[in-house]
């Protein structure tokens, strides 16, 4: 009888302490997600560049992930104390990735629904740029305890403003969507470019989209990208053209293609802009100043004089290479491309498709003179075809 009794009292303490334990699992499962967003918040507010906010988290333990609802995060004047809008997003989805982990890989992937990404004012200067995402990076390595392996990016938004520019640049790509795999090379260990980036967006009635292999995990900088952007309105372009370059359009499209790569320090490409349809002058310039209409007379007439009829388009293309200590483009081989465009054969509106790894350390081409490098392009694409 006392055995009995010593027995069921020990049951009694088990349920007991499984009961209490319980209890503080669910006190603190509940508490978890105010603990957490406080000090999330208290660490935004903090942060001696920027200032921040989060709306709300939501943790779910059952799948190794968190929800990051209503953030923002401004950049913030250390003398004034003025802040400007920079980053804000609708959700934050961050997990663990299971695809991954099924491969003996611990690491993360998050997903960006909604967010919107602003550079403002000087940010355009490459140094700005390399601050503001090195940054913005090391701010989500804060939140994402794990390595992300992959990323995704819905519905985003992409944008430059200056407020300070006559008339106020504002401009942007929206509905960004992207994809990157295989960022900690969670996959294919023995391929050269084992990460892949993809991207389109929309551009002013126009379209944009990249493709990029990477290694992530190089010493130095490893990529091969392609990039083009089809079909854009210059003309929902013109407080942009009004405030950089004086001039606005009365009709045109813009089209962009380019390719780079990169490998052990070195890097190589081209940047290949196309113009269709342009025209400068108009009923509309009537209510100019006698300044701007000369100048909008002299770029337009510029335009009519290198444009190539045929195709009534304005190109040219702008090589560019170099290390990570500086780079270098050839004025001559714009001035060379623009010319051929205009006189002798129009550029094609695509990618070329002949840059990649191998481009980076092949031997440079022998110098030419003026005329054999205008007029021999044309024998040498007969020869490619």
Do not use: C
């Not at 929902?236 to 490998?263: C, H, I, M, P, Q």
Request: a positive charge; glycine letters at 6%.
């Amino acid at each position: 009888m006392k055995r009995l009794k010593k027995h069921r009292f020990i049951f009694s303490k088990k349920i007991k302490i499984t009961l209490i334990v319980i209890s503080v699992l669910i006190i603190a499962r509940l508490l978890l997600p105010y603990i957490v967003l406080h000090y999330a918040n208290k660490s935004l507010a903090s942060m001696p560049d920027y200032y921040g906010h989060i709306d709300d988290i939501d943790i779910s333990l059952y799948r190794g992930a968190y929800q990051i609802d209503g953030m923002y995060l401004n950049k913030k004047d250390k003398k004034t104390g003025k802040q400007t809008e920079f980053f804000k997003v609708k959700n934050i989805d961050l997990s663990v990735h299971w695809k991954a982990l099924l491969n003996g890989r611990l690491v993360g992937e998050l997903i960006f629904n909604s967010p919107e990404l602003v550079f403002t004012n000087n940010s355009t200067d490459l140094a700005h740029v390399k601050k503001d995402t090195n940054d913005f990076r090391k701010i989500l390595k804060d939140f994402m305890p794990l390595k992300v392996n992959r990323f995704e990016v819905h519905n985003g938004k992409l944008g430059y403003k200056d407020p300070e520019a006559s008339p106020n640049v504002d401009i942007s790509f929206t509905s960004v969507e992207a994809l990157a795999q295989n960022l900690t090379n969670a996959d294919h260990d023995k391929v050269v470019l084992p990460a892949t980036l993809t991207a389109n967006a929309n551009a002013y009635n126009g379209k944009a989209s990249l493709n990029m292999k990477l290694n992530p995990l190089a010493e130095r900088t490893t990529f091969d990208l392609n990039a083009k952007l089809e079909n854009t309105n210059l003309v929902l372009l013109n407080d942009f053209l009004k405030a950089y370059a004086r001039v606005d359009v009365n009709k045109g499209t813009l089209g962009l293609y380019t390719e780079f790569a990169s490998k052990n320090g070195k890097y190589t490409g081209y940047v290949k802009p196309l113009i269709k349809g342009l025209d400068v002058l108009g009923p509309e310039d009537k209510k100019d100043n006698l300044f701007r209409k000369i100048w909008e007379g002299l770029v337009g007439g510029a335009a009519n004089i290198l444009e190539n009829k045929k195709k009534d388009q304005l190109a040219t293309k702008a090589p560019i290479s170099g290390d990570l200590s500086g780079g270098h483009t050839s004025i001559l081989e714009i001035v060379f491309e623009l010319l051929r465009n205009a006189f002798i054969q129009a550029l094609m509106p695509e990618i070329d498709n002949k840059i990649n790894l191998a481009s980076v350390e092949a031997q440079p081409e022998e110098k030419k003179g003026f005329l054999k490098r205008l007029f021999g392009r044309k024998e040498k694409k007969k020869e490619d075809k």
